[in-house]
């Protein structure tokens, strides 16, 4: 790859805005879900992941590749979902599935209103429709290359 000349003034501050919000938000919304439902980030996207599957249950695998993350750390995090009653673990042949439980169910509902509220109020409540439209439009290609790029394990 040939060497690429210094940042403008413009790519600078737009990388400077991306990575303040990369890493503000995370813990912004960590908070907030730790403070309503004693959850972290990952484990609201394991029962979110849930939640939206065929009768609540999902493949380890397939949470792995929703969820972005390792094997080791989604085994450790339904670990600690399970011990709070919030999921369920079986195996079926070679296969091991998480279902989320009645209780997990409700964590989740209870954190999924706060964690909208919070979207909204860090994020989406300060531009306009036309904005949001963008903002997707412009973190999509984004987030596929991260995704495609992402280590896996």
Known sequence: ??????????????WTQLHLVAQLLPAVMDQRLRRDAG??????AVLLTLYRAPERT?????LVE??????SRLSHT???LEGRGLVTRERRGSHRY????GE????FLTAAAGHMDEI?????DHLSPEDVRALGDLLRPIATRLRANAPRG
Request: glycine residues 8%.
């Open 104 to 107: 997990g169910r409700d964590v």
């Open 120 to 124: 909204r109020e860090q994020v989406l």
């Open 58 to 62: 999902a493949a380890m695998t397939g």
């Open 1 to 14: 790859m040939a060497h690429r000349p210094v940042l403008s003034a413009e790519e600078e501050d737009a």
């Open 39 to 44: 959850l972290g980030h990952y484990d609201y």
């Open 78 to 80: 339904v670990t600690r």
């Open 98 to 101: 998480v279902s989320l439980t």
């Open 66 to 71: 929703i969820t972005s993350g390792s094997f």
